[in-house]
């Protein structure tokens, strides 16, 4: 055993027993998504001169004080930019209190009362309020504010039968009460002037008179008192919650809230666990007839690749969300992809030399494949930075998944499979029986092709005029059919409901019109379940669509509840459209500096097809463009540059090795050489995002959908769009 192998052992050695430590001492994070609860996004809306940032800071700390007290367990807090603040609320499947309590500034003063309001009140007068009964007091400056108050308490009177009050306790003895009570004693019982107005938020929540009992100058002692009303249980209860928590320093506003019940949650998990498991399968088998010995390794390196990448989630605090744990499972497949490149140029050394030998021609192999793989896991990368810096919620939760995947991938196929695969290749047994190494023969892919040696760049045209008219067909779909964006786009309210019986979307459309409510948009996400989306809606509105749906249904169970404010809809579509544009010209910089602009050239024009093919195909269908797409279509980016990638490094290959041929005869001879390569990937992955589709549930047959169509575009682009391209421009200079 060599040192660099034994060092490599080490390696993986100590990685894996981390993994292992790791994975049974720490919790994974699971997003509400996978969880249930709700989630409320707030923004800020500083004044002039505060700053924004600080305003949010000091907003987050009331927050966290108010949502303790609510007794939500591990809630979590987090800014997000400079004026946002996102709150994850476990368990809450109610989110209407929770949003209240959060939303509602909580500005809580004391006035003394002037009198009356009378005609001659200006603008520029005293401040004017109704009281309870609607009657408008005319009020002076606040004398007291929530500051002011040591504790609130929410109690009940037994004894008078005055039912529900909040009970407050003064700072400082309470020697500012005294004196605001003491004035308004000083003027005579019935008088308006008696009264004392107590203001929460610019409304009079209670203005009562002064005792006569009470002497002029003198006022209410003790530091305490009551605020009286027609208060519930529940109303006192959150106006004490309110009122000990703490004015917010600035408004906010709700521009996003998200509820998913539980039940959905756990058919996601135990769904892609059927599919991780049905599809890591598949894969394995298939691995295994095609590279035999090498492969069977490489199935033991792929599992050693799902426990170091779930440890990395672990230890990094991650949270997985839906889309992530789809990432990590699609991740499964794509780390086939750098085996497959080793063992393919594993083949082509074996059958070059005159007189091979398993261990020598695997080593050839990993030296050959490094800088396709490197490349080509760069540019998924850069997809997966992508997604967490320009995504938010579960999107960038698939891009760190996607991106601890890939790096994990690197290593079990560099690392794990080489220090698994050099002791084996070079046991004697072996080196009498080579072909049951997996390298010793070409293939059948690979053993037809050299018969024929097909041409087929000999027409590079016709291969562009045929991506030109599917690129028209896709374009003609966004124009014709136009793209139905989702919630995250359009901005409103979207509720998904779990039914008693099967519901047609046609009677539920019906029933909601009859209900007032003629433009929702009714889709069927399963046999009973059905999902309404429409404009921002109150709690009373969302409760009569829930009435509406449970009507035609024989009952309704809301499994999903997603607000979010138009502002952040336009936010989200212009996020998507700079995501796009930034993920482009990243490969184009990339491919270009570690090829050359007409490499990145093609392989970027490669890229802009699949994308409006595959957006054109949803176009087509019907189906929803969503936050799950754009995670869909990002993927798509960096899976499908990577078969370029490997073409193009096989032509820089050829180019160095002495540019004896012409540009075309080159690029010709890379793509036959890389089709076995470019099949058995395909392969890999469309296993894993089949048993996706299948076994994944309502919530992920649309991303296994988008992910395979952009497999299959991309796989035929990266061949036929991308290399024909780079031959025309050659032609060009």
């Known amino acids: 055993m060599t040192r660099a192998l034994r060092l490599r052992g080490l390696l993986a050695l100590a990685v894996i027993a981390l993994s292992v430590f790791i994975s049974f001492t720490m919790p994974v994070r699971l997003g509400l998504d996978l969880r249930g609860g709700t989630q409320i996004v707030l923004e800020t809306r500083p004044g002039e001169g505060d700053s924004a940032a600080e305003a949010t800071d000091r907003t987050l700390e009331v927050l966290r004080d108010r949502i303790d007290a609510l007794g939500v367990a591990e809630p979590s807090l987090s800014r997000s930019g400079t004026d946002r603040i996102v709150v994850e609320l476990p368990g809450v499947q109610d989110p209407t209190q929770a949003g209240e309590v959060l939303g509602r500034t909580a500005q809580l003063t004391f006035h003394?009362?002037?009198?009356?309001?009378?005609?001659?009140?200006?603008?520029?007068?005293?401040?004017?309020?109704?009281?309870?009964?609607?009657?408008?007091?005319?009020?002076?400056?606040?004398?007291?504010?929530?500051?002011?108050?040591?504790?609130?308490?929410?109690?009940?009177?037994?004894?008078?039968?005055?039912?529900w009050h909040v009970a407050l306790d003064f700072k400082g003895g309470g020697d500012g009460w005294a004196r605001?009570?003491?004035?308004?004693?000083?003027?005579?019982?019935?008088?308006?002037?008696?009264?004392?107005?107590?203001?929460?938020?610019?409304?009079?929540?209670?203005?009562?008179q002064v005792d006569p009992s009470v002497r002029c100058g003198t006022g209410i002692g003790g530091g305490a008192t009551q605020i009286t009303g027609s208060f519930g249980a529940e109303e006192a209860k959150e106006l004490a919650l309110l009122i000990n928590g703490g004015a917010?320093?600035?408004?906010?506003?709700?521009?996003?809230?998200?509820?998913?019940?539980?039940?959905?949650?756990?058919?996601?998990?135990?769904?892609?666990?059927?599919?991780?498991?049905?599809?890591?399968?598949?894969?394995?088998?298939?691995?295994?007839?095609?590279?035999?010995?090498?492969?069977?390794?490489?199935?033991?390196?792929?599992?050693?690749?799902?426990?170091?990448?779930?440890?990395?989630?672990?230890?990094l605090g991650a949270t997985l969300t839906l889309p992530g744990l789809a990432g990590f499972v699609l991740a499964i497949g794509m780390a086939v992809d750098a085996n497959v490149l080793v063992f393919e140029r594993a083949r082509e050394e074996y059958a070059a030399r005159s007189r091979p030998s398993p261990r020598s021609s695997l080593a050839a192999g990993f030296k050959g494949a490094f800088s396709a793989i490197a490349d080509s896991n760069i540019t998924t990368l850069i997809a997966a930075g992508l997604l967490f810096f320009l995504a938010s919620g579960p999107v960038r939760g698939f891009g760190v998944t996607l991106g601890i995947g890939v790096l994990a991938s690197m290593f079990s196929a560099l690392v794990v499979t080489r220090v698994l695969a050099d002791p084996v290749v070079n046991r004697r047994w072996l080196r009498r029986r080579p072909r049951l190494t997996g390298i010793a023969h070409t293939g059948a892919v690979r053993d037809r092709?050299?018969?024929?040696?097909?041409?087929?760049?000999?027409?590079?045209?016709?291969?562009?005029?045929?991506?030109?008219?599917?690129?028209?067909?896709?374009?003609?779909g966004i124009a014709v059919r136009g793209l139905d964006f989702g919630v995250e786009f359009t901005g409103g309210r979207l509720i998904e409901y779990g039914t008693s019986s099967p519901v047609d979307p046609d009677r539920a459309r019906a029933a909601l019109a009859d209900a007032g409510f003629p433009g929702t948009v009714v889709q069927a996400s399963g046999d009973q379940r059905i999902s309404v989306r429409t404009d921002r809606?109150?709690?009373?509105?969302?409760?009569?669509?829930?009435?509406?749906?449970?009507?035609?249904?024989?009952?309704?169970?809301?499994?999903?509840?997603?607000?979010?404010?138009p502002s952040l809809g336009k936010e989200l579509r212009r996020g998507a459209l700079i995501a796009l544009?930034?993920?482009?010209?990243?490969?184009?910089?990339?491919?270009?500096?570690?090829?050359?602009?007409?490499?990145?050239?093609?392989?970027?024009?490669?890229?802009?097809?699949?994308?409006?093919?595959?957006?054109?195909?949803?176009?087509?269908?019907?189906?929803?463009?969503?936050?799950?797409?754009?995670?869909?279509?990002l993927t798509v980016i960096g899976y499908s540059v990577n078969d370029s990638v490997v073409v193009f490094d096989r032509v820089r290959d050829m180019v160095r090795r002495g540019p004896k041929a012409p540009f075309a005869t080159l690029a010709n001879r890379a793509l036959l050489q890389t089709l076995p390569r470019t099949v058995n990937t395909g392969m890999g992955a469309a296993f894993i995002l089949t048993a996706l589709a299948v076994f994944g549930g309502d919530s992920l047959t649309d991303f296994a959908l988008a992910l395979l169509i952009g497999v299959a575009v991309g796989t035929y682009s990266s061949m036929f769009t991308a290399t024909p391209l780079a031959i025309e421009l050659h032609r060009r200079g």
Request: net charge neutral; aromatic share 6%; with cysteine.
């Open 180 to 208: 605001l009570t003491g004035k308004a004693a000083c003027h005579p019982a019935g008088d308006a002037r008696r009264r004392v107005a107590i203001v929460l938020d610019d409304k009079v929540i209670s203005s009562p």
């Open 112 to 163: 003394e009362v002037l009198g009356t309001a009378s005609a001659q009140a200006g603008a520029s007068g005293p401040r004017v309020l109704e009281d309870e009964t609607g009657q408008p007091l005319r009020l002076a400056a606040a004398s007291l504010t929530g500051k002011d108050v040591e504790e609130a308490a929410a109690r009940f009177d037994q004894q008078g039968g005055a039912g």
């Open 581 to 633: 544009a930034v993920a482009l010209g990243a490969q184009l910089l990339y491919l270009s500096a570690r090829f050359r602009w007409l490499f990145g050239t093609a392989a970027v024009a490669a890229l802009a097809h699949d994308v409006v093919i595959l957006v054109g195909i949803f176009a087509w269908l019907g189906k929803p463009v969503d936050g799950v797409f754009l995670a869909a279509l």
């Open 248 to 315: 917010l320093p600035v408004p906010v506003e709700t521009v996003e809230q998200r509820t998913v019940g539980p039940t959905l949650g756990a058919e996601a998990i135990t769904a892609s666990a059927w599919a991780a498991v049905v599809g890591t399968a598949l894969t394995g088998v298939f691995i295994v007839a095609v590279y035999r010995l090498l492969g069977a390794l490489a199935v033991v390196a792929l599992a050693c690749y799902g426990l170091i990448s779930y440890a990395a989630l672990v230890a």
């Open 449 to 476: 092709l050299a018969r024929r040696e097909p041409r087929l760049m000999r027409r590079p045209r016709r291969w562009l005029a045929l991506s030109a008219a599917a690129l028209v067909l896709a374009a003609s």
């Open 537 to 565: 809606l109150t709690n009373a509105e969302a409760s009569a669509v829930t009435e509406a749906v449970g009507a035609v249904g024989g009952g309704a169970d809301k499994l999903r509840d997603e607000t979010i404010g």
